[in-house]
């Protein structure tokens, strides 16, 4: 149960998140009007094709979530991951969380490690050895719990003594697929179970696109172990690709499908060759001197990203203030003070109180 | 038997050639001076390291060539393949040559496939496919005869019909490795054996670096199907970076340690990822509209190169002129000149005649 930082905003994000399937769809609104605005346009103005809200009050959302032992986490949260805020309007407006680990303190230090379900053994026994080999260097592995290289992903994690994320596509309730029912049930005991659908959400074909967004958004780097020609693999490094994350990808024999991909993804997109973990050790810790990670106070004030900037600037010296007040201050909506917030927070340059938010010295 | 151009020089050449093991040690010295005042200098003072001449005159150099059914090839000659001189001083003085076809034209439409000698029957079925499928768009494969990967190229494209060039390390008349003398007989019939050292010489060690070199000179492209770190093929591809020949190399299985070498030079040296022998042929092709030879006569005249220009320069407009009233009309020694008539002749610009050279017109 986390606490409810802002009230009104907090839940009116969470009603929306669990009743509007597609948060781009909603996202832009959110940013500008805020979740408030948004929720209360949608009651007065369901429209012809909107549904009527599946989870009408924040007391139902928070009932669905309890009766599968998950957490709701909001940009804005402690363990909110602040990277997630690169995808802009396509981020998710909330997260469902199983698990015990700190979903914030685990994205800050992980890798994705992706790849095709229809692998080969080779494929397989890879992304075992990365995942070894990177919870070995102290990485959190993520990966998307579908048959093949995901699954052995989160396997080698798991047999290696580390904690895995999984990415799911429908709600953390619904295992899917099922032949990974133990898995992730394994998962959920000794790492993370996420998605940004609400609890009962069938796995459709756009949660997919959205979920592989989420994992490249996520992670430190994504590593392609295999994949398949235009296939969802490579929308995932696609989409690291657009965020600027680094992506890797494992070759194979140029005889192998399963590998093709990997090669496009290296000749044609500039994704670096990973043969050792070191590859990709020396990739997120570009110096040598071992993993360091995002979001860490080490960025100096003048280059945070615009918004965020100008919420710091809003900050009273030593006084708590609340969300309405800053969103006065500095002229925006409640969603995007929200979501520089949530850098702020991450940056460990704001602290959240029950009366709302602070500088930290 | 080609015909002497110059008689003086070529002989002198050839005579240094035939004695001389490797030509980098006087390489500079012919190039400022020219053959003839090195031979002579040779012939007064051996010096206490020198031995006697093995092929003392040019009747015996020539009877040693005859022997093995050898031709020699020296900088002049019309097949004489102009981009040898990107060695620069470690450019062969003179090339054995056994079998029918043109070496310079060859040379001007080939691309190497080189690699391991404890290649992996993924490589050797590799190497085969690539040397098929340049056979097929109209390619020399070029190689170096040895175990592994060079014998599955020279054995792939003699089965696609294809002419091949085996680069040897030691004499054109030594079946080295004697487990390939069946297929080095074979390429004698069908492409091309060539070597820069003289009949009868025993492949050592560092015979074999200034192979490779020669392989990364003589052609296009270098493709390198599998590879040790540190080894053989490395080198071949480093002189091939070292003189700006593209370098493509095949991806295989990362626990394979005949694909180490080729995985490193793709992630450090920046090596093209050969999957496809499309790859091969994009690269040295790069508008797609067919594979166009080097030193064609495209370059126009102020892109040559100095040296070229100034011998240009001093030609008569109409009537042939011999190499001694070059040497003394732009000042430079009879190597360079004859360097550089070489590359003019590559590019059509000037034609030998028995009396010397004259202008193409």
Do not use: K
């Not at 998140?17 to 007065?44: F, K, M, S, T, Y």
């Not at 680990?101 to 095709?116: E, K, M, T, Y």
């Not at 020396?282 to 071992?290: H, Q």
């Not at 969603?335 to 938010?357: E, F, K, N, Y």
């Amino acid at each position: 149960m986390t606490r409810p930082i802002v009230d009104d905003e907090r839940a009116a994000r969470l009603i929306l998140a669990a009743n509007v399937g597609d948060p781009a769809r909603i996202g832009a609104q959110v940013e500008r009007d805020g979740a408030v605005a948004v929720l209360d346009r949608l009651r007065r103005q369901p429209g012809p094709f909107q549904a009527p809200l599946r989870a009408a009050n924040i007391e139902q959302v928070q009932a669905d979530a309890d009766r599968c032992a998950a957490r709701i986490v909001v940009v804005g949260d402690r363990q909110w991951p602040s990277q997630l805020n690169d995808l802009g309007r396509a981020a998710p407006l909330a997260l469902w969380v199983i698990g015990a680990g700190d979903l914030r303190l685990l994205a800050l230090r992980s890798i994705a490690v992706v790849g095709a379900r229809a692998a080969t053994a080779y494929g397989l026994s890879v992304a075992e050895m990365f995942a070894a080999g990177l919870v070995q260097a102290g990485w959190t592995v993520v990966s998307g719990g579908a048959y093949g290289i995901d699954g052995s992903a989160h396997r080698g994690t798991l047999i290696a003594g580390g904690t895995t994320v999984c990415v799911l596509a429908g709600g953390v309730d619904v295992a899917y697929p099922r032949g990974h029912q133990a898995l992730l049930a394994r998962i959920a005991d000794e790492g993370l179970l996420i998605s940004q659908s609400p609890p009962g959400t069938a796995p459709q074909r756009h949660r997919f696109l959205t979920r592989n967004h989420m994992i490249a958004a996520l992670t430190r780097a994504t590593v392609v172990v295999e994949a398949a020609l235009r296939s969802g693999t490579t929308a995932t490094a696609n989409a690291a690709f657009a965020l600027n994350r680094p992506v890797l990808a494992v070759p194979g024999p140029i005889h192998s499908a399963a590998s093709a991909g990997c090669h496009v993804l290296v000749r044609e997109r500039g994704a670096m060759l990973a043969t050792r973990v070191e590859d990709v050790l020396e990739l997120v810790s570009p110096m040598g001197l071992g993993p360091e990670p995002v979001g860490a106070p080490t960025l100096p004030l003048d280059e945070l990203p615009p918004t965020q900037a100008r919420v710091l600037d809003a900050f009273p010296t030593r006084r708590a203030v609340d969300l309405e007040t800053l969103c006065a201050q500095v002229g925006l909506g409640a969603g995007q003070v929200l979501s520089a917030l949530g850098g702020l927070q991450a940056r460990d340059l704001v602290i959240s109180h029950p009366q709302g938010w602070q500088l930290r010295h």
